[in-house]
């Protein structure tokens, strides 16, 4: 345990020393999150089956693995088995386990410190394999007072609007260009009418990825896209605000329209959809949402339809705005029941933003995706990423503006 105790002293002050060197607000967030990780590990550690050896090898790969986001690149596929999704689930467990810890501390006998590493692993299995679903989605008209969530209906129609949407799939160790484009690929099989990206496209290991033949890399990734130009179309999430360039760059070399607050009309097998791509606003969401909707007014007969990555949003959007909202940002809660068919989340305990699913405020729907990939917090548990085939049913014609 003195190794374990040793690795923690030399490597947490180290990490946040590098991230100074990167800025300021980077090393406050790393001090916190390294500082808990490494306080949990630490105190559950000693109770743990594992040998010394190896758990110092694991919080080792913690520190390395934080050093690597510090001078930002993506690492090679040794790397990310090697190193990113050990220490990653190693991370993971250590968090999940704080209330063992604060337990532990405050005197009581706790038993099943292996849970939440468990747990981890398992969420990590459940990151690298999505959930592919079709989902049917009902668009009745109902009128509901505030927002919540909505059932999906049985209305169904001769010939659905059928979508991919594609968000948060954060290039990085838990997603990498190979297995994104092969995510594509898949995509451009399904032929479906419209391809909708919600947002989140990088992350630190990735948003300074230098050209390779010409191309970014999210360029790279998305290139199979490309065969299905005039149906993708996309906004951005707070992530790609940090990369504006590299973002709006590779979108343009797959063929995928970037909608930065602004709105386009496409004929679809289904019928014209018209989308307005709403851009990430840290502020004043209210009153920005409210502007880009009296600036591209209804199209008459066409489905309208919202790209807007924060689903915690959707409650500012103006009235009759939307049929229907397509969303991510949350991961789906990212820890929670959804894998056991229930709802609940961390993000639905503790707050009113919508995590995932059909949700409903006015006449308008909103579809929270669970996400491609996830960001932040190192692995899921008990919320399967998600790779979905969207079917719109609509019998009632779209509604014409005024």
């Not at 066409?302 to 991510?328: E, Q, T």
């Amino acid at each position: 345990m003195d190794g374990f105790l040793w690795v923690c002293a030399v490597g947490a002050p180290l990490t946040v020393l590098a991230a100074a060197l990167r800025n300021r607000f980077f090393a406050i967030f790393l001090a916190v999150i390294v500082g808990v990780q490494s306080i949990a590990a630490a105190a559950v550690t000693p109770e743990l089956p594992i040998p010394d050896a190896v758990a110092v090898a694991l919080q080792a790969l913690v520190y390395l693995y934080v050093l690597h986001l510090t001078r930002p690149r993506m690492g090679t596929a040794a790397w990310r088995v090697t190193v990113a999704l050990p220490a990653l689930v190693w991370a993971g467990g250590s968090l999940l386990a704080v209330p063992w810890a604060v337990a532990g501390a405050l005197g009581a006998d706790w038993r099943g410190e292996w849970v939440p590493f468990a747990l981890a692993f398992l969420g990590a299995v459940q990151s690298l394999f999505p959930r592919r679903t079709t989902v049917d989605l009902a668009l009745d008209g109902a009128h509901v007072e505030g927002a919540r969530r909505w059932p999906k209906g049985r209305q169904r129609v001769e010939r659905p609007l059928r979508i991919v949407q594609i968000t948060d799939p954060h290039l990085g160790p838990f997603m990498s260009e190979r297995r994104f484009r092969k995510l594509c690929r898949q995509v451009v099989d399904i032929n479906p009418d419209l391809v909708l990206l919600t947002g989140d496209y990088l992350t630190l290991a990735s948003n300074r990825a230098p050209l390779r033949d010409g191309m970014t890399l999210l360029g790279r990734a998305l290139e199979p896209l490309k065969a299905l130009e005039g149906r993708t179309f996309a906004c951005r999430g707070n992530h790609d605000l940090e990369a504006p360039e590299h973002v709006a760059r590779g979108l343009a070399e797959a063929g995928v329209r970037l909608l930065v607050d602004d709105a386009v009309t496409v004929d679809t097998p289904a019928g014209p959809v018209q989308l307005v791509g709403a851009d990430f606003h840290w502020r004043g969401a209210r009153e920005k949402l409210a502007a880009l909707d009296a600036r591209h007014p209804r199209a008459e007969g066409a489905l309208r339809l919202w790209l807007l990555h924060n689903p915690g949003h959707f409650k500012h959007l103006p009235d009759d705005a939307a049929d229907l909202v397509l969303s991510g940002h949350t991961h789906g809660g990212q820890i929670g029941l959804v894998a056991l068919g229930l709802p609940t989340t961390l993000v639905s305990l503790f707050s009113d933003v919508p995590d995932h699913g059909l949700w409903a405020r006015g006449k308008a729907r909103l579809y929270v995706h669970r996400g491609t990939g996830h960001y932040g917090f190192p692995v899921r548990v008990g919320v399967p990423a998600e790779e979905s085939v969207l079917q719109i049913h609509r019998a009632e014609p779209p509604r014409a503006d005024g």
